[in-house]
């Protein structure tokens, strides 16, 4: 529960931190685009389907976050059929302060309890992951939504 808590209060404090930036708008659900735009160029087909969620859902998500100025579709030189998504300047500023919140909020946490034991408390949250088969797609950018999420 307190794994939970915590979560959503980080996830909170992100979403805060982008609208103070003016980097509104921004859901929770995005970050599951942002991440795999990390890793270069992809379709909405493409991400759908690592995703494990519909094309629908996707190319829904891709136009919000259009409509926001924080992604863009490009074409493909090698195949006009496909038009890849790629993050914009301001869909890496969202990444920029989002790691920027985390990282402050970790420092605080280790002046606060310290070092040895924030290191302790990510070990035990890792070895949870793995326990749970997330570790992997955590270390890859892979992690599929939660049902309902798109």
Do not use: C, N, W
């Not at 979560?7 to 970050?31: M, S």
């Not at 735009?37 to 759908?48: D, I, K, R, S, V």
């Not at 259009?66 to 030189?77: C, F, I, M, N, Q």
């Not at 302060?97 to 402050?104: A, G, L, P, Q």
């Amino acid at each position: 529960m307190l794994v939970s808590l915590v979560g959503t209060a980080v996830e909170t404090a992100v979403l805060a931190a982008l609208d103070e930036r003016g980097l509104g708008g921004v859901k929770a659900r995005h970050g599951y685009v942002f991440q795999r735009l990390l890793e270069g160029p992809a379709t909405a087909t493409e991400m759908a389907r690592s995703l494990e969620i519909s094309q629908q859902a996707m190319s829904k998500t891709v136009r919000e976050l259009a409509g926001l100025g924080y992604v863009r579709e490009t074409s493909d030189p090698a195949d006009g059929r496909r038009s890849p998504v790629e993050l914009t300047d301001a869909g890496r500023e969202v990444v920029a302060v989002s790691r920027r919140t985390r990282r402050s909020l970790e420092s605080r946490l280790r002046r606060r309890v310290g070092a040895s034991r924030a290191d302790e408390a990510a070990e035990v949250l890792r070895a949870m992951l793995d326990l749970l088969d997330l570790g992997g797609p955590v270390r890859t950018r892979t992690v599929r939504p939660p049902a309902g999420t798109f």
